[in-house]
């Protein structure tokens, strides 16, 4: 059987293996120890599943196999940060800090949203990832057991492509994959409404909304969503929900120069965010050439963080990584250097 009509078996859920056990006539039970060596010993074999009998090793390397794949290229910046390159053109990025290290996933090549500020919406879409490839990401980087964190704030918009992101949470949190805290899982998302209310009401991971700036008309310029999800809806629907328990809810705030960057637009964002429990994260702009765009000054960001913590809104600014080797917050583009 040729390898795309076998079935990919790293990242499936416990129940997507029980059933593939009962199509296969395999007893219940075994779903239970192909997970073990999925997820917990990490093997890259169906041979090495030596409490599986002959026979049934057999007929899982007749109808499935590991889709672990090595990446193709890895580039390292000057801060440590490490961007790898995986076919066809995924990028995800390793980002070491002190005691955490986290790795940021892509879960499609390109992406659908076309925001006007971001290298990887400017390349158009090519397609979205299985819940294998984007753990792949995890399991085939030599950085995989010191991880602490992900996040999918990589190439591609994840509630486009949600059973894949969620399937692959599931692995992530679940007794039966890694058993990770749900807390050290964030997913990021423009805005789309369908979706999301979905993620939250079946994932406790955290979530990222992309903001960018709090005035409807100068939001739409920046990112077409706008004009199918307004930010009034989107806040209206983060609003039903509790997030002062483990689940964080935060925005992420790129800083353009003159754009959205003055006291009148944090005075904005202060209202637009009223009565909600979050959090800001500033982003400093990443130049290229794809985007008309500059970037803020660091005492305008500075200034722009200090007024929204003097009335009552957490914000921080992230610290920029990688952008050297073009690993940095919008400029995944799949194709190295």
């Known amino acids: 059987m040729e390898k795309e009509k076998k079935t ?18 395999f007893p219940r039970f075994a779903a239970k120890q192909l997970c073990d060596w999925l ?15 002959l026979a049934q090793r057999a007929r899982l390397n007749e109808v499935a196999y590991i889709g672990r794949t090595s990446p193709e290229r890895c580039q390292v910046s000057a801060d440590g940060t490490k961007k790898y390159l995986f076919s066809p053109g995924i990028e995800a990025v390793y980002i070491p800090d002190d005691e955490r290290a986290t790795l940021c996933v892509s879960c499609q090549v390109g992406c659908k949203m076309g925001c ?11 397609g979205s990832l299985a819940a294998g490839d984007i753990l792949n990401q995890l399991f085939a980087i030599p950085e995989f057991e010191s ?20 399937s692959a949470c599931s692995v992530l949190t679940s007794d039966w994959g890694l058993g990770w805290s749900p807390k050290r899982i964030t997913v990021s998302t423009v805005g789309i409404i369908p979706a ?26 920046l990112m077409p969503v706008q004009k199918a999800y307004p930010l009034e809806q989107v806040l209206a629907l983060l609003r039903r929900y509790d997030w002062s328990g483990q689940r964080r809810l935060s925005f992420e705030y790129t800083m353009f120069r003159g754009l959205n960057d003055d006291q009148a637009h944090a005075a904005r964002l202060v209202e637009a965010l009223r009565g909600l429990d979050c959090r800001v994260n500033l982003i400093r702009f990443h130049e290229s050439p794809e985007a008309p765009y500059k970037t803020s000054a660091p005492l305008t960001i500075n200034a ?5 913590n003097r009335h009552g809104v957490i914000c921080t600014i992230r610290a920029s990584r990688g952008q050297d080797i073009d690993a940095a917050c919008g400029l995944l583009a799949g194709k190295g250097r």
């Open 39 to 53: 997820y917990k010993k990490c093997t890259e074999s169906i041979d090495a599943m030596t409490n599986l009998s």
């Open 116 to 126: 006007r500020f971001c290298v990887t919406g400017q390349q158009g879409f090519h």
């Open 196 to 221: 999301m209310q979905r993620f939250i009401e079946e994932c406790q991971c955290h979530l990222a909304v992309s903001l960018h700036n709090p005035v409807p008309q100068e939001r739409q310029e």
């Open 147 to 166: 991880l602490t964190n992900v996040v999918f704030m990589g190439m591609g918009e994840p509630m486009d492509n949600l059973d894949a992101v969620l």
């Open 8 to 25: 990919n078996l790293l990242g499936m859920t416990l129940l997507q293996l029980q059933q593939l056990c009962t199509d296969e006539g």
């Open 304 to 308: 722009f963080r200090d007024y929204l």
